[in-house]
């Protein structure tokens, strides 16, 4: 006995159709079903489109774009105008990358500095004498 089954692919949102027939698997002694496709529903006709089976689309020709097509002057002027924003957004890199090398360097040299103050403090709480003082 055949039927006709409605199947809804959620990542899609493509309805497919199939035929369905039931059997009697003797080995396992179970009901199994064996389906085929038999195509897919036009979602504005609702209509059953036939597919190809498995990988047989039928392909489309693709338009074929020539040389001598003069390129559309917006797409030109969009691309001129991305262009500059990318160049616009690489010197703003560089120059951030500038800062952050600058300001690591600065921090670096008050970590110096601050070892230095640490170690004159240390000589100081021992009876020590600090630089610019006479015995």
Known sequence: MASIIKKLNKQTGVTYVYESESYWDKEKKQPRSRRKLIGKIDD???EI?????????????????STDVPVDRELTVLCQEQ???LHQNETEILSLKKQILELTLTVKEYQRRLSKIEELSKVCQKGGTAYGEKE
Do not use: D, F, S, W
């Open 83 to 85: 262009a500059q924003q």
């Open 49 to 65: 489109i036939p597919t190809g089976g498995r990988g047989a689309r039928k392909k489309e020709n693709p338009a074929v774009l």
């Open 44 to 46: 504005t006709t609702g």
